[in-house]
């Protein structure tokens, strides 16, 4: 039986717990970067086929600006922070105070990737070290790359190991959003996706066996 | 009156077949490989979402044939044999395998878009299916539709517009 049947309840609450605690410091990070208000939703932990998932960061075809890293360390896997490029345009102008830069048509400005970049590294380092710290395992960032295209050509990226062993993926999403804005809402999402092996490990370090 | 065409939706790790006038479609091929396989006088065509090269690296218990590029193929073919297509007849086209990230380490992982197109074009040789157009690698998305009738591959990406091949 693979690793995603045997999840439970408590397995789920840990995962959504781990989304918590990540996502939360990289909220701080990401509020003080921007020195703006920023709220953190319930994270969601959900079982999902390829289709769902891309489904959540809004279908296949949809634009987005991502952000990608691979973890290495202890327990290896990818994470994306998504947003769609309109709300990266924002961001980016508050980060350099250029209100030139747009991501909505490229050429995109080698500045404004730049920044978008070390946006990803910071709030991806953030939410790495507050798992790390957590779990006593060790995890790191990769070096960041980003990329803004259709959204199921992003995700599948980081699909390949796990899709070696599962047809299904357990996606820890959780969604940052700026308070009071005068823009609508600004959202970004975390979605972490461990590498099979991984879920084990992590369970492991917290006291929980994936057989239980 | 107009006719709604109807538009089959092929999803990740995922194949099927349609007949003209329908098209089929796939959305967000990244380092994923669309290949079409058709039979024009019948006017058949299938598309297989390809997300890796070869079915050996399956670890799960269940075997997901449209995942891999060897057994897509296989059973595309099996599929469009069933509904009529004539093995002499079939055409090949395809679109895919980009690499969407630029890595200095990740090594075999990196380069799954341009395993996935090595696999694709193997398993197309290896069923003597003639390859008459492709758009591969680079470091876009695509969206691909297939029209059975005319026998073009329309393929849209987000920064480097649209085109039939």
């Known amino acids: ?212 | 009156m107009n006719k709604l065409k109807e538009v089959v939706k092929v999803g990740i790790a995922d194949l099927n077949v349609v007949r003209a006038p329908g098209v089929i479609r796939t959305s967000g091929l990244g380092s994923c490989v669309g290949v079409v396989i058709y039979d024009q006088a019948k006017q058949i065509a299938g598309l297989a979402h390809v997300m890796l090269p070869d079915s050996s690296l399956s670890k799960g218990k269940t075997l997901n044939k449209a995942k891999y590029a060897d057994t897509a193929i296989k059973e595309l073919l099996d599929l469009l044999m069933k509904e009529g297509a004539k093995k002499y007849a079939l055409r090949a086209k395809m679109a895919g395998g980009a690499q969407m990230f630029q890595f200095s380490t990740g090594g075999d992982m990196m380069r799954i878009g341009p395993r996935n197109v090595e696999a694709v074009k193997k398993q197309l040789d290896i069923f003597r299916i003639p390859i008459v157009a492709e758009d591969v690698g680079g470091k876009n998305g695509r969206t691909i539709e297939f029209n059975p009738e005319t026998g073009m591959l329309n393929i849209r990406t987000v920064n480097k517009g649209v085109k039939d091949i």
């Open chain 1, 1 to 212: 039986m693979s690793f995603v049947e045997k999840l439970n309840q408590v397995h789920l609450d840990i995962l959504k717990e781990i989304g918590n605690i990540g996502a939360g410091n990289a909220a701080t990070s990401l509020s003080r970067l921007l020195n703006r208000k920023i709220n953190l939703k319930i994270p969601t932990v959900q079982v999902a086929t390829y289709d769902e998932m891309v489904e959540l960061a809004g279908g296949s075809d949809q634009v987005v600006a991502a952000v990608f890293v691979r973890i290495e360390g202890d327990t290896p896997g990818n994470m994306f922070f998504v947003l769609p490029p309109e709300h990266v345009s924002y961001f980016v102008q508050v980060m350099t105070g250029d209100s030139s830069i747009t991501f909505e048509e490229p050429p995109y400005s080698e500045m404004g990737i730049s920044a978008f970049l070390e946006m990803g590294n910071i709030l991806s380092g953030s939410y790495l070290s507050a798992l790390s710290d957590f779990t006593s395992l060790n995890m790191q960032p990769s070096v960041p790359s980003a990329s803004i295209d259709m959204a199921g050509a992003i995700l599948t990226m980081g699909l390949i190991e796990l899709s070696q062993v599962s047809d299904y993926v357990i996606v820890i999403d959780t969604i940052l959003e700026e308070e009071n804005s005068d823009r609508g809402e600004i959202k970004g999402h975390f979605f972490l996706l461990p590498d099979p092996d991984s879920f084990e490990k992590i369970f492991k370090a917290l006291g929980v066996n994936i057989d239980e």
